[in-house]
């Protein structure tokens, strides 16, 4: 990948292209989640920077486009790459006698959201970004909307031959210069969304032999070539590899290859091989890590549960807790056990002393909760069942630190109202027989 920090480098945009408002729809939905909003600002700015004949004064430098994107130059080459991987710009370098070294960038038209839709490695990232929910409302957003009363009405249009009247020589074998039209811009259209030079070379041939001995036609297989390509070069498979994933979905009587169905599986053990590689190597480094000191801290009580993960297997272990606590095992508590120990590739001990844990916290092992414990401990160096004990007293004893030392309890003061005497209170005060007679000996008198 190319990028350069000098500010006064020229650039020029070597191509023209239409930019309608449906390019805007598809560029601001599908594209915008993908690369960014500096992408996409950066994409239709060079839109308007193609001048048909350059000359010395026509060249830009990247200074101004900086200007233009109010960004710095390492946000202007990520946006760059950006561009390129999803098939957007293509980036040359170029000489000038005069100004050297020039930076040319050809701009690729907007697909339409079919051609999106049917580039596997665009839609499956458009669908990790967004989210399952999101990406349903995008394709149905963008499929073509028919009238239904349509399907069982009677087509009624006039043809060709009905209005126009051309040549018989010319319709049978059309001239030369219109042969070559066509090809010019068939060839134009079957490129498709070019997304750079990493895609793998496909030994077609050795594809077709290996399907043909589970008769899969090999039309079905070049009917799929493009997705096929991206598959393989994303999940960096063999064609065996691929092969084998695919005949997964294969169901008897139907020999159609699912695309979707293909992309799920291989996505899933795609997965589990990574993860397994990625534990089995934790697990590698972690294994004697802080031994001595987790043995040391162990108590009786804990060398008794150690005894016990390590006489069961995964699956009977399971089985003595719940007859412990009662209840009984599900369909899906085994195949979580089967998922840790299968596809993780974590010890039939550790996964013990998982279920212990989880067991501990619900009354049913979920897949959910197992997977939060069991990446907590890995987080933690956590790989050996003493080192779980170990781990989860240190966590307990942390827990009780919190809960009993309790900030000091603070008393609010108010006010003692009974200090107060009340002003408008009515005092029982009594009053002399000549104070009496001198309040009323003027009662009753006429003035």
Request: some cysteine; overall charge positive; proline content about 3%.
């Amino acid at each position: 990948m190319y990028a350069s920090a000098n500010p006064k480098q020229p650039f020029y945009v070597a191509n023209k292209i239409e930019f309608t408002q449906k390019d805007q729809q598809v560029l601001t939905k599908l594209f915008q989640p993908l690369v960014g909003i500096i992408s996409t600002g950066l994409y239709t700015t060079l839109i308007n920077e193609f001048y048909s004949v350059p000359i010395a004064g026509d060249y830009k430098t990247l200074y101004q486009l900086q200007d233009q994107t109010n960004t710095n130059l390492k946000n202007i080459f990520s946006s760059i790459h950006q561009l390129e991987a999803v098939g957007l710009v293509k980036t040359y370098l170029g000489e000038n006698p005069i100004l050297g070294e020039v930076l040319i960038f050809k701009l690729k038209p907007v697909p339409s959201p079919k051609e999106f839709f049917n580039t596997f490695l665009l839609s499956s990232l458009l669908q990790e970004r967004v989210g399952i929910v999101a990406f349903e409302r995008l394709v149905k957003e963008f499929k073509d909307q028919e009238f239904i009363g349509l399907k069982n009405a009677k087509d009624i249009s006039a043809g060709f031959f009905d209005i126009y009247h051309l040549n018989a020589s010319v319709a049978i074998t059309p001239p030369a210069s219109v042969r070559q039209a066509g090809e010019s811009f068939k060839k134009a259209n079957s490129e498709g969304i070019s997304l750079g030079k990493n895609l793998k070379q496909v030994d077609w041939d050795f594809l077709i032999s290996l399907f043909a001995s589970y008769h899969v036609p090999e039309s079905e297989i070049n009917k799929h070539r493009r997705e096929i390509v991206e598959i393989i070069s994303f999940y960096d498979l063999t064609e065996q590899e691929f092969v084998d994933n695919t005949l997964i979905t294969l169901s008897a009587g139907d020999l159609t290859l699912d695309m979707k169905k293909i992309v799920s599986v291989i996505t899933e053990n795609f997965g589990q091989k990574k993860n397994k590689a990625l534990i089995n190597k934790q697990l590698t480094q972690n294994s004697n890590k802080n031994a001595v000191q987790t043995i040391q801290n162990l108590s009786d009580k804990d060398n008794k549960l150690l005894k016990q993960v390590s006489e069961y297997s995964a699956i009977d272990y399971l089985y003595f807790l719940k007859r412990q606590k009662g209840g009984y095992v599900t369909t899906r508590e085994k195949s979580v056990v089967f998922r840790l120990q299968s596809q993780y590739g974590l010890s039939p001990q550790l996964i013990n002393m998982l279920v212990r844990t989880c067991l501990e916290y619900d009354s049913v092992l979920t897949a959910t909760l197992a997977d939060k414990i069991a990446n907590n401990w890995l987080q933690a160096g956590v790989t050996t069942p003493t080192q779980a004990i170990s781990y989860m007293k240190k966590r307990r004893q942390n827990q009780n630190r919190r809960t009993y030392s309790k900030a000091p309890r603070r008393i609010r003061k108010t006010t003692n109202w009974s200090n107060y005497q009340d002003k408008n209170k009515n005092s029982n005060v009594k009053m002399s027989d000549q104070e009496l007679n001198e309040i009323f000996k003027d009662f009753g008198k006429k003035d």
